[in-house]
């Protein structure tokens, strides 16, 4: 989060630093957002833009990648959205520097195969199973509309 701190990206959850009682880290203070991007597209039958969405995602994706960070837990739980639509990446609990060796890694549903070590593919394979699933909600949203 210190690394995220000093590059910060609009789509990457801004990070204002922890909390700290008696020496310890209690928390981390971060920026708070609505609604998650499963609620946003499952719970809210308002136009969505996914395509920008995807966008968006991808370049903050790729901004975590030239950092030498993998998300390796890319889901639309993990993805916020503001109320103006814009997605902001968040749960960096299992963010690490390529080849690191992960204690938690990828949900079931969002991952092609188990893995145990930090890898950009990881996140590049999240976003199309995100892209295909944000597709498919908002063209049944449409469907139930025409129909």
């Keep these: 989060m210190e690394l995220l701190l000093r590059n910060p990206h609009p789509h990457i ?4 630093g922890c909390l700290i009682k008696r020496g310890r880290i209690v928390s981390l203070v971060l920026d708070r957002l609505p609604i998650t991007l499963q609620h946003r597209l499952e719970k809210n ?5 996914v395509e920008d969405c995807m966008n968006k995602i991808k370049a903050a994706v790729q901004h975590l990648h030239s950092l030498g960070l993998a998300h390796n837990d890319l889901t639309p739980m993990n ?15 299992p963010c690490q520097t390529f080849g690191s060796t992960l204690i938690t890694a990828g949900t079931p549903g969002w991952i092609d ?4 070590d930090s890898a950009p593919q ?15 909600l908002t063209r049944a949203a449409q469907d139930s509309k025409i129909g």
């Design 13 to 16: 959850v801004r990070y204002h």
């Design 45 to 49: 039958a308002q136009p969505f833009d």
């Design 79 to 93: 993805i916020m959205v503001s109320k103006c639509d814009d997605p902001v990446i968040v749960d960096y609990d």
């Design 113 to 116: 195969e188990d893995f145990t």
């Design 122 to 136: 990881h996140d590049e394979i999240a976003l199309k199973h995100i892209r295909r699933w944000a597709e498919k």
